[in-house]
Nanobody
Framework: QVQLVESGGGLVQPGGSLRLSCAAS????????VNWYRQAPGKERESVAS????????NYADSVKGRFTISRDNAKNTALLQMNNLKPTDTAVYYC??????????WGQGTQVTVSS
């Protein structure tokens, strides 16, 4: 059974940090790129960060560059999103996505991140 399970969301004050985890099972994790997306209320889902299959290459949305770091551990079938200096505009449901051009994609159920004082 294929699963992507996010964890680590919660309520944090502006300027604080959170680390999101994505645990994968049921498929060959290192064949897939990993992406983090987010969707705020009333807005479209947007890409936040991505990491290549090996973990050597990463990309970030301009809005999170310098504050968020994506990484993966293929031995543990996990991906992380370290989020620092959080802003209220980062409030959203965050989704983990594993994607392969040839094999399709999988989505997690999402984890809520709320940045508020």
């Amino acid at each position: 059974q294929v699963q992507l399970v996010e964890s680590g969301g919660g309520l944090v004050q502006p300027g604080g940090s959170l680390r999101l985890s994505c645990a994968a099972s049921g498929f060959t994790f290192n064949y897939y790129y990993v992406n983090w997306y987010r969707q705020a209320p009333g807005k479209e889902r947007e890409s936040v960060a991505s990491v290549s299959r090996s973990g050597d290459n990463t990309n970030y949305a301009d809005s999170v560059k310098g504050r968020f770091t994506i990484s993966r551990d293929n031995a543990k079938n996990t991906a992380l999103l370290q989020m620092n200096n959080l802003k209220p505009t980062d409030t959203a449901v965050y989704y983990c996505n594993a994607a392969s051009i040839s094999m399709g994609e999988y989505w997690g159920q999402g984890t809520q991140v709320t940045v508020s004082s």
